[in-house]
T-cell receptor
Framework: DTAVSQTPKYLVTQMGNDKSIKCEQN?????MYWYKQDSKKFLKIMFS???????INETVPNRFSPKSPDKAHLNLHINSLELGDSAVYFC??????????????FGPGTRLTVL | QQQVKQSPQSLIVQKGGISIINCAYE??????FPWYQQFPGKGPALLIA?????SEKKEGRFTISFNKSAKQFSLHIMDSQPGDSATYFC????????????FGTGTRLKVLA
């Protein structure tokens, strides 16, 4: 049983296109995250959602728009893709960290390549 | 203040040896320090975590040593195995949860057979 799943696993697209990445967790968690991992493996938070509400937006360009239709899903839509958006994007989830420090469970990642 | 500095960037160890990865932080408000392990093509997974009220935590071959006064913590992998070859990330967060970890820059560990 997959805890945190992402689709697609690979995404190759042209500059200027719009694309979406979907994430689902079946752990019953309240909080979900999007991370970007660049070519040097540096892992950086982009967004955090708690109970469908945006909590953190780490100065991500407006071209990136997360959407959480329910607590189990957090999708990422990217407009006008640029070369610099090429990276691996990870979705993660956890219990509400306001209650306790909780392990973040990561999805398998989506490798986005912008040509 | 929000950074976590991790070293070395890469590490090669012989099978059976000890792997040591170090992290340092500035923000004294951090009070939770997890280590994540990432295999190629996979997402990071929690390996072990520590809070500053203890100086050491051990789980199997993996040990975190924590020095609160120096604001440093390290991961020791005893009897390193080729299957331990992965990228390791330290991280830090604070209470109440800030909804994000501050991750170190990662260490690529290769254990030679």
């Amino acid at each position: 049983d997959t805890a945190v799943s992402q689709t697609p696993k690979y995404l190759v697209t042209q500059m200027g296109n719009d694309k979406s990445i979907k994430c689902e967790q079946n752990l019953g968690h309240d909080t979900m995250y999007w991370y970007k991992q660049d070519s040097k493996k540096f892992l950086k938070i982009m967004f955090s959602y708690n109970n469908k509400e945006l909590i953190i937006n780490e100065t991500v360009p407006n071209r990136f728009s997360p959407k959480s239709p329910d607590k189990a899903h957090l999708n990422l839509h990217i407009n006008s893709l640029e070369l610099g958006d090429s990276a691996v994007y990870f979705c993660a989830s956890s219990q509400d960290p306001q209650r306790a420090h909780n392990e973040q469970f990561f999805g398998p990642g989506t490798r986005l390549t912008v040509l | 203040q929000q950074q976590v500095k991790q070293s070395p960037q890469s590490l090669i160890v012989q099978k059976g040896g000890i792997s040591i990865i170090n992290c340092a932080y500035e923000n004294t408000a951090f009070d939770y320090f997890p280590w994540y392990q990432q295999f190629p093509g996979k997402g990071p997974a929690l390996l072990i975590a520590i809070r500053p009220d203890v100086s050491e935590k051990k789980e199997g071959r993996f040990t975190i040593s924590f020095n609160k006064s120096a604001k440093q913590f390290s991961l020791h992998i005893m009897d390193s195995q080729p299957g331990d070859s992965a990228t390791y990330f330290c991280a830090a967060s604070m209470s109440p949860g800030t909804y994000k970890y501050i991750f170190g820059t990662g260490t690529r560990l290769k254990v030679l057979a």
